[in-house]
């Protein structure tokens, strides 16, 4: 998916994925020209990579 209906389906903004990629933290995703695709594997594995205990712990990941 492209990253409109992947923000969507994270319930994120587009600009917060485009960030997440520059900082090299978001989930992963091909370019393909100038077409950034995500697969929903990725999505859903990012997500649990993103799993906390509390607030000031660090993610399962770390």
């Known amino acids: 998916m492209r990253t409109p209906e992947a923000a969507r389906y994270l319930g994120v903004s587009e600009s917060l994925l ?3 990629r520059v900082a090299g933290d978001g989930p992963l995703y091909s370019k393909i ?8 594997a990725s999505l859903d594995s990012w997500i649990v990579e993103q799993e906390r ?5 660090p993610s399962k990941a770390a």
């Open 33 to 40: 020209g100038r077409a950034v695709l995500y697969r929903k």
């Open 18 to 20: 485009e960030k997440l």
């Open 53 to 57: 205990r509390h607030t000031s712990g």
